[in-house]
């Protein structure tokens, strides 16, 4: 039974699945992690490569249960988790590929949780929700910006409906993730909280949110609105901010 309320849509053809592994290029000794395995149909596919090891994070335990009777192979470590809080660091590797076709009423949180695991996550692929795809690479919001400023967006394919069970309302992108080199910010909750905070109504100008000291260092004027802002500014604009706070 496929249960609604964990965003269960099964990706089904060999010829979407077959693709994804393609794109997400995986080396031998490479360590992957797949959110959402669900029945396990990408899983299979991962399989095929010459992984080193795959853990698996699913939120529903039946579907674990389900896994564990279907997936014989050493290199599989099962995991019951919630990947939007899923503490990457737990696991004690260096380097993990995410993979993922995300469940869509939490795909933010998981590619939120994916940044703040940076240090660990040199490449993320997720499907998700084609708007929401759209919307990560077109327009600027505080989480647009969040991820970003570490990460290169590539829209990789867009996949109709038709290629999941239930197919799901909306048509779906895969998407690509490229950690980008060393950026010098280490609090990512401050990080947040002060693109969250300039990112609260819009309209307003910038000198309303934040202190002008901050905006004359950098040479931005306080006139701006955030929408007006491209993204080298949000970075200089928040290291001004962390040197003279
Ligand atoms: N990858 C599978 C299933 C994708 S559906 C396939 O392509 O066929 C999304 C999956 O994510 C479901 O199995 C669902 O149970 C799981 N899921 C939902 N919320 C989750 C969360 N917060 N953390 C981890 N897995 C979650």
Same mark, same amino acid.
């Given at each position: 039974?496929?249960?609604?309320?964990?965003?269960?849509?099964?990706?089904?053809?060999?010829?979407?699945? *077959?693709?994804?592994?393609?794109?997400?290029?995986?080396?031998?000794? @490479?360590?992957?992690?797949?959110?959402?395995?669900?029945?396990?149909? #990408?899983?299979?596919?991962?399989?095929?490569?010459?992984?080193?090891?795959?853990?698996?994070?699913?939120?529903?335990?039946?579907?674990?249960?389900?896994?564990?009777?279907?997936?014989?192979?050493?290199?599989?470590?099962?995991?019951?988790?919630?990947?939007?809080?899923?503490?990457?660091?737990?696991?004690?590797?260096?380097?993990?590929?995410?993979?993922?076709?995300?469940?869509?009423?939490?795909?933010?949180?998981?590619? @939120?949780?994916?940044?703040?695991?940076?240090?660990?996550?040199?490449?993320?692929?997720?499907?998700? *929700?084609?708007?929401?795809?759209?919307?990560?690479?077109?327009?600027?919001?505080?989480?647009?910006?969040?991820?970003?400023? =570490?990460?290169?967006?590539?829209?990789?394919?867009?996949?109709?409906?038709?290629?999941?069970?239930?197919?799901?309302?909306?048509?779906?992108?895969?998407?690509?993730?490229?950690?980008?080199?060393?950026?010098?910010?280490?609090?990512?909750?401050?990080?947040?909280? =002060?693109?969250?905070?300039?990112?609260? *109504?819009?309209?307003?100008?910038?000198?309303?949110?934040?202190?002008?000291?901050?905006?004359?260092?950098?040479?931005?004027?306080?006139?701006?609105?955030?929408?007006?802002? @491209?993204?080298?500014?949000?970075?200089?604009?928040? #290291?001004?901010? *962390?040197?003279?706070?």
């Amino acid at each position: 039974m496929l249960k609604k309320r964990f965003a269960q849509h099964l990706l089904i053809g060999s010829g979407i699945l *077959q693709k994804i592994v393609e794109f997400a290029e995986i080396k031998p000794e @490479e360590v992957v992690v797949e959110i959402g395995p669900g029945t396990g149909n #990408l899983t299979k596919y991962l399989l095929k490569t010459n992984l080193k090891k795959l853990y698996l994070i699913e939120i529903d335990p039946e579907m674990i249960e389900y896994l564990k009777k279907i997936i014989r192979d050493e290199r599989v470590v099962f995991i019951n988790a919630d990947a939007t809080k899923f503490d990457f660091f737990s696991l004690k590797e260096n380097n993990l590929k995410l993979i993922g076709n995300l469940p869509y009423n939490v795909a933010s949180l998981i590619i @939120e949780n994916t940044v703040i695991h940076k240090d660990l996550i040199p490449y993320a692929f997720y499907m998700v *929700q084609k708007e929401v795809a759209e919307r990560l690479i077109n327009e600027k919001s505080w989480l647009s910006i969040f991820v970003k400023t =570490f990460y290169e967006v590539e829209y990789l394919m867009s996949i109709p409906a038709r290629f999941f069970i239930p197919p799901p309302k909306v048509v779906s992108a895969f998407i690509k993730l490229t950690r980008k080199n060393l950026i010098d910010i280490y609090d990512l909750k401050e990080y947040k909280n =002060f693109l969250t905070k300039i990112f609260a *109504q819009k309209r307003k100008m910038l000198k309303h949110k934040i202190n002008e000291i901050y905006l004359k260092e950098v040479g931005i004027s306080g006139e701006k609105r955030v929408e007006e802002l @491209e993204l080298k500014d949000f970075l200089s604009l928040y #290291l001004s901010f *962390q040197k003279l706070k």
